[in-house]
């Protein structure tokens, strides 16, 4: 099984200022379509998931382009530019690489 | 809009068996592949398990691979999770979900129901 780690395990922002989330995966997600398979999802409280990020780096409909995916292989970053109050909750990487699909543990994100 | 929403979640005993339901709207069911991810009590998101188009190829997380069973209907739009020989660790809120890209789909989710919770206790 492909093995998520995610750092840190919580993070207090500054609303206005910028966070990053770090997920590095056990092996290379990189899947023959010549795409990684590496998505990001945030959970606000109370709420089910939603997804922010597909193929490590496209936007999901609707989320605001403050928040960006980038990364290779196997180290992944998401960051959150301008943190809003709303964006409140834990976010997870996930692979999609192949099946038993696996999620990182997930990272806290307070605001100050 | 997507809507999906999960029905079947109740408390039962160790041993026993539960049938989940997903209801979905507003896309075309049988062009999506579909999921279950549940949460247990204050824990993070874990994979349970895929089906694919026309419902023959399924995936399974060990966890649950032997005793869960995902079917989907089509004609009703419906995804299925057949729960047997359930364990207090399967208690969790249980999550249906779509896959982003049609036909062929790559377990990503786009659209999640607000979840159903099941609670495994004698």
């Known amino acids: 099984d492909i093995v998520m780690t995610q750092s840190p395990l919580s993070l207090s922002v500054t609303p206005g200022e910028s966070a990053s989330i770090s997920c590095r995966s056990s092996q290379s997600l990189l899947h023959n379509n010549g795409f990684y398979s590496l998505a990001w999802f945030l959970q606000r409280p109370g709420q089910s998931p939603q997804l922010l990020i597909s193929?490590?780096?496209s936007r999901a409909s609707g989320v605001p382009d403050r928040f960006s995916g980038s990364g290779s292989g196997t180290d992944f970053t998401l960051k959150i530019s301008r943190v809003e109050a709303e964006d409140v909750g834990v976010y997870y990487c996930?692979?999609?690489?192949?099946?038993?699909?696996?999620f990182g543990g997930g990272t806290k994100v307070e605001i100050k | 809009e997507v809507h999906l929403l999960e029905s079947g979640g109740d408390l039962a005993q160790p041993g026993g068996s539960l049938r989940l339901s997903c209801t979905a709207s507003a896309f075309t069911f049988r062009n999506y592949a579909m999921s279950w991810v549940r949460q247990a009590p204050g824990k993070g998101l874990e994979w349970i398990s895929t089906?694919?188009?026309?419902?023959?190829?399924?995936y399974y997380a060990d966890s649950v691979k032997g005793r869960f069973i995902i079917t989907r209907d089509d004609s009703k739009s419906t995804l299925f999770l057949q729960m047997n020989r359930l364990r207090a660790e399967d208690t969790a809120i249980y999550y249906c979900?779509?896959?982003?890209?049609?036909?062929?789909?790559?377990?990503?989710?786009?659209?999640w129901g607000q979840g159903t919770l099941v609670t495994v206790s004698s």
């Open positions: 089906i694919y188009i026309g419902g023959i190829t399924t």
């Open positions: 996930m692979q999609a690489l192949q099946a038993p699909v696996t």
């Open positions: 979900a779509k896959d982003h890209i049609p036909l062929d789909g790559d377990y990503t989710c786009d659209y």
């Open positions: 193929l490590a780096s």
